[in-house]
């Protein structure tokens, strides 16, 4: 018969390999895609698969030196990170008043916050075109943050404000006792309680900010605005035809920023979809 010890042992040995296969599972298909990227373009369009591929580096000199990836880069970084700023400080006081005050029309104002994401991308295209044309700011990395930011706003007050309806008024009633202000409640209290759920807001609006094509495509023109979501673009025509190793290799530059985001605050993350956003 098998110790205590023994059979403890087994099972941590049993578990670490059962999340060691589930692991390279899931992870085989983006060292799949990412060995596309270092692949001879030849070798890739080719009707016979290779599972030993030749190691290239023709994509990863094309995307540098043929074209400005760093400009797209810093671009995609810049504008996503901006929206996200604007999108969490206009809507950690909207959802507050949403979750905390009583007024006429409060419903109504929260479901038109969140009915905007149900428009049609392609109906305001045109107005916000021109809209940025007179402002001057047409081709620019602002342009960008701020339609990143509207376009994502009401998920993000509808995620932070589902988030404080989990929060007890007991907490705002004894701060009110002590004389705080709702400024200061909002602050102090409210804020540091909801983090789990503003840092899910932010992430999910960073991943819907990197994966807009629209909107990047209309106001980008030329390098000073383009980001890694319209460069992809670039390699699907034109004279050279649809680039595959070049699209990868992109492509895996664009996802990495994220995964590790995602992987740096998954506590927090787990906690606010799990806690925050799921009710309201």
Same mark, same amino acid.
């Given at each position: ?40 373009? +030849? @070798?890739?369009? +080719? ?10 580096? #023709? ?13 797209? &880069?810093?671009? $995609?970084?810049?504008?996503? !990170?901006?929206?996200? *700023? *604007? ?9 507050? $008043?949403? $979750? ?6 409060? @419903?109504?104002?929260? !479901?038109?916050?969140?009915? +905007? ?5 392609? =109906? ?48 705002? #009633? ?7 202000? #709702?400024?200061?409640?909002?602050? @102090? ?9 503003? =840092?899910?807001?932010?992430?999910? %609006? ?15 023109? +030329? ?7 319209? %460069? &992809? ?14 699209? %990868? ?9 994220? !995964? ?21």
């Amino acid at each position: 018969m098998a110790s205590p010890r023994r059979s403890k042992k087994e099972n941590k040995i049993l578990r670490y390999v059962v999340l060691g296969t589930w692991l390279l599972f899931c992870l085989a298909p983006i060292l799949w895609f990412l060995s596309i990227g270092f692949r001879p373009r +030849t @070798e890739i369009i +080719t009707p016979q698969p290779i599972y030993w591929p030749t190691f290239s580096w #023709d994509a990863w000199h094309m995307i540098w030196n043929d074209w400005p990836m760093f400009y797209y &880069l810093r671009n $995609s970084v810049v504008a996503v !990170f901006g929206s996200v *700023i *604007i999108d969490i400080i206009l809507a950690v006081p909207a959802a507050y $008043s949403l $979750s905390r005050y009583t007024y006429k029309g409060r @419903e109504d104002i929260g !479901f038109y916050i969140l009915s +905007t994401r149900m428009m049609a991308p392609a =109906i305001v295209a045109i107005p916000i075109f021109f809209l940025f044309k007179n402002m001057g700011i047409l081709d620019s990395v602002w342009a960008l943050m701020l339609i990143y930011a509207a376009i994502n706003l009401s998920i993000v007050t509808w995620i932070i404000r589902s988030y404080m309806l989990d929060i007890p008024k007991e907490l705002e #009633d004894a701060a009110r006792t002590d004389g705080a202000s #709702d400024l200061r409640i909002l602050w @102090e209290i409210i804020l540091p309680a909801t983090l789990p759920g503003v =840092i899910t807001a932010g992430v999910i %609006a960073a991943i819907f900010a990197i994966n807009e094509f629209l909107f990047t495509l209309l106001i980008a023109s +030329t390098k000073n605005a383009y980001t890694m979501s319209v %460069a &992809l673009a670039n390699f699907t025509g034109g004279s050279d035809g649809v680039i595959y190793n070049a699209i %990868a290799l992109v492509s895996f530059l664009a996802f990495i920023p994220v !995964f590790l985001l995602v992987v740096a605050i998954q506590k927090h993350l787990s906690r606010g979809l799990t806690m925050g956003a799921v009710k309201g």
